[in-house]
């Protein structure tokens, strides 16, 4: 079991050894349970319990960082004398900004101890419910059923002290015939939402209609995206184009577009760490109340996240989303949120007299940040869709894509959010998008 309890009592401990003139320590502990499944079969468990800690000692202007995975006490004193040997051996003295002092912070509902400690026969439990729905279609299932807890732990000897606990369970199922698969995943914060049938029976179902995939030629056409396909596309946002110190030094797309138009109206995005389900971080890695921004409002280009560095070069508020005190890539929106529209998915499938629906998508790369352009391939379902039925399978193609044209393409999003895993600190919540002239470049033969 995770015990945030055992966290706290270390940074305390380093807190009261320490001589520094200022003294930070950030400690995570995570907790992971997988059971793996291929062949319709069982192949892995394993279970495990990490730590890892980061001490920041700061030493008449200079700066000495140990890391480590070890929390045993008799190690302490050796990684604080390792801390100062480190500082007091720098030749130069940095920019050192003062350290946070308490903060207030706003918590959500992220952790449940059921979920965190399943038990191996109940994951077992699970995957054999699964299995057996594929086995009576004939069909191949793979796939994982994971679960388990994170927990951060932020404190300086500023009398800061922050902590988070965040449960996770995700089931994720492959089913494939000779010359087809389908796909479908789920991710909660809790066990108690999760229906793994359900989503079983999604992958068999795509599994079976995407039987004897013919063949289409690139170019463009309008894509229907699930939300696994959706995320992919976003998440690039997230880890590039949204990153505020490049925004701030003329490196983004987005740099100086402040108030401007950068994609479809109907496209409202968020960096939202409390949306319901996600399990952010309420605080940065600094300490520093984590806060929703609009980065897209209507299409209109509105905020950009910031550390304290890019708010002082800015001139704005701090509104908290630093990756530590000495990071030098720059403040990150973690957990955006795509507002959902007013459609059912079925009924833009409706709406649509040719195109494509997909999936999911898979070794997505970034091939050019400055024009947002990504590279590809679709998986696990694409089907064509004529006069509003999606009519076959689809053998899988190649796409190059720049994702500020794509959501400026955006004709219709579906009512519906879901959850889908991100980086560390939470996950996105998005709907389904449908794109007009999505690009796609070459063809497989599966």
């Avoid at 009261?16 to 997988?34: C, F, I, N």
Wanted: neutral net charge.
């Amino acid at each position: 079991m995770l015990k945030k309890e055992k966290l706290l009592d270390f940074a305390d401990t380093i807190l009261k050894l320490s001589d520094a003139d200022m003294t930070t320590v950030t400690v995570a502990g995570t907790k992971e349970s997988l059971t793996r499944f291929s062949n319709n079969q069982i192949t892995q468990n394993v279970d495990s319990l990490k730590y890892s800690f980061t001490i920041r000692t700061v030493y008449d202007g200079k700066v000495g960082v140990v890391n480590g995975t070890s929390l045993e006490k008799k190690n302490l004193s050796k990684f604080i004398e390792k801390a100062k040997d480190i500082a007091k051996n720098q030749t130069h003295k940095k920019e050192i900004f003062p350290l946070s002092s308490k903060q207030d912070y706003t918590f959500t509902k992220s952790f449940d101890k059921k979920t965190e400690n399943l038990a191996p026969e109940i994951r077992a439990k699970y995957v054999k419910d699964a299995v057996k729905l594929c086995e009576k279609e004939r069909l191949e299932s793979a796939g994982i059923f994971s679960n388990g807890a994170t927990c951060v732990v932020i404190a300086n000897s500023n009398e800061l002290e922050a902590h988070n606990e965040t449960s996770n369970v995700t089931f994720s199922i492959t089913v494939q015939t000779k010359d087809s698969s389908g796909w479908a995943e789920q991710n909660e914060l809790s066990i108690n939402d999760m229906d793994i049938i359900g989503k079983t029976k999604i992958a068999i179902e795509k599994a079976k209609k995407s039987k004897n995939p013919k063949d289409l030629k690139p170019g463009k056409y309008t894509v229907l995206l699930e939300p696994a396909a959706v995320a992919d596309l976003i998440s690039f946002l997230s880890y590039t184009t949204f990153n505020g110190l490049m925004i701030s030094e003329g490196r983004s797309p987005l740099s100086g577009k402040i108030g401007e138009k950068i994609s479809s109206t109907m496209i409202n995005l968020y960096d939202d760490p409390y949306f319901k389900g996600v399990g952010g971080l309420p605080f940065d890695f600094e300490g520093f109340p984590r806060k929703k921004l609009t980065l897209i409002e209507n299409g209109i280009l509105k905020e950009i996240p910031t550390d304290r560095k890019v708010a002082k070069m800015l001139k704005i508020d701090n509104n908290g989303h630093s990756l530590g005190p000495d990071d030098e890539y720059g403040p990150l929106p973690l957990n955006l949120y795509l507002k959902e529209g007013d459609l059912s998915f079925e009924k833009m499938v409706e709406s649509t007299q040719n195109g494509l629906l997909i999936t999911q998508f898979h070794y997505v790369n970034m091939l050019n940040p400055i024009t947002t352009t990504i590279t590809g391939m679709t998986r696990n379902g694409i089907f064509f869709i004529e006069d509003g039925k999606v009519k076959h399978g689809v053998k899988n193609l190649r796409f190059t894509q720049s994702i500020l044209e794509a959501l400026e393409n955006v004709s219709m999003i579906s009512n519906k959010v879901v959850l889908q895993s991100g980086g560390f600190g939470g996950g996105f919540a998005v709907p389904g998008l449908k794109i007009d002239h999505f690009n796609f470049t070459s063809k497989t033969e599966f």
